[in-house]
């Protein structure tokens, strides 16, 4: 089976974040510093890597921040175009006022939440998805708690396993949309109560178990963690996408 690539993105970034405080208190979460490279910036660098050509962002709040610091794409070896909301619209508002500005509406595109930086293949999503009935493929990731875990033999405890996976996958906040999708979204709110249960209930929706680094940006300790994490493996960005010091 031949498979078309998709070339295209879209980034909603118009969210305040007030849980990731003081970061956000006037930049928008999306140019929160990861190992001194905001979130978008890995967003960006990733998509190019995968063949993506054009990337819509939806902005909001401070969303001259993001514009100041992508420009129009070309950094990125992308074109970038921005859509930005005269009010908050929610995340499927947001979503679907932003798709109508993507370079070819009529094809399919990816999707990613402001707040996730990872490195699974695009690629095999692609193929996942076009192998597929469904009209929305969601990128899925295991669950890993945020507390240790007794380990127990009757009443005794034997150790604590810190921040184990356990067997349920969460939205990974990535996702590949069919273009007929968008006439389906909200005009405000969030299509995650919406759009997405009318279509599981259909047998539309289809999930993508990944593999690879993935994190969610949600909280200062998200912050923290993500920056020693992209440290340690290598992953950090070149100077020139970065915005503060290496160890921010």
């Given at each position: 089976?031949?498979?078309?690539?998709?070339?295209?993105?879209?980034?909603?970034a118009?969210?305040?974040?007030?849980?990731?405080?003081?970061?956000?208190?006037?930049?928008?979460k999306?140019m929160?510093?990861?190992?001194?490279?905001?979130?978008?910036g890995?967003?960006?660098?990733?998509?190019?890597?995968?063949?993506?050509?054009?990337?819509t962002i939806?902005?909001?709040?401070?969303h001259e921040?993001?514009?100041?610091?992508?420009?129009?794409?070309?950094?990125?070896?992308?074109?970038?175009?921005?859509?930005?909301?005269?009010?908050?619209l929610?995340?499927?508002?947001g979503l679907?006022?932003?798709?109508?500005?993507?370079?070819?509406?009529?094809?399919p595109?990816?999707?990613?939440?402001?707040?996730?930086?990872t490195?699974?293949?695009?690629?095999?999503?692609?193929?996942?998805?076009?192998?597929?009935?469904?009209?929305?493929t969601?990128?899925?990731?295991p669950?890993?708690?945020?507390?240790?875990?007794a380990?127990?033999?009757?009443?005794l405890?034997?150790?604590?396993?810190?921040?184990?996976?356990?067997?349920?996958w969460?939205?990974?906040?990535?996702?590949?949309?069919?273009?007929?999708?968008?006439?389906?979204?909200p005009?405000?709110g969030?299509?995650?109560?919406?759009?997405?249960?009318?279509?599981?209930?259909?047998?539309?929706?289809?999930?993508?178990?990944?593999?690879?680094?993935?994190?969610?940006?949600?909280?200062?300790?998200?912050?923290?963690?993500?920056?020693?994490?992209?440290?340690?493996?290598?992953?950090?960005?070149?100077?020139?996408?970065?915005?503060t010091?290496?160890?921010?």
């Amino acid at each position: 089976m031949s498979v078309q690539p998709v070339t295209q993105a879209l980034i909603l970034a118009g969210g305040q974040a007030t849980r990731m405080r003081p970061y956000t208190d006037d930049a928008p979460k999306a140019m929160v510093p990861v190992a001194g490279a905001p979130i978008v910036g890995y967003q960006l660098t990733w998509l190019a890597q995968h063949g993506v050509d054009f990337v819509t962002i939806s902005g909001g709040y401070r969303h001259e921040m993001i514009r100041d610091y992508v420009g129009d794409g070309s950094l990125f070896g992308l074109e970038v175009r921005y859509a930005i909301e005269d009010e908050p619209l929610g995340r499927g508002g947001g979503l679907k006022y932003a798709a109508r500005q993507l370079a070819d509406p009529d094809s399919p595109f990816f999707v990613l939440n402001g707040d996730v930086i990872t490195t699974f293949s695009l690629t095999d999503l692609t193929t996942f998805h076009a192998e597929r009935s469904g009209d929305v493929t969601v990128a899925l990731s295991p669950y890993r708690s945020n507390w240790g875990v007794a380990e127990l033999q009757g009443d005794l405890i034997k150790g604590f396993t810190q921040s184990p996976e356990l067997p349920y996958w969460i939205n990974a906040g990535v996702y590949v949309f069919n273009p007929e999708v968008v006439e389906l979204l909200p005009d405000r709110g969030d299509h995650e109560d919406s759009t997405f249960p009318m279509l599981a209930a259909d047998g539309r929706l289809v999930g993508y178990r990944l593999s690879g680094y993935w994190r969610g940006i949600d909280t200062v300790k998200d912050v923290i963690e993500a920056s020693k994490e992209i440290r340690a493996h290598g992953r950090v960005l070149a100077e020139e996408f970065r915005t503060t010091d290496l160890n921010t």
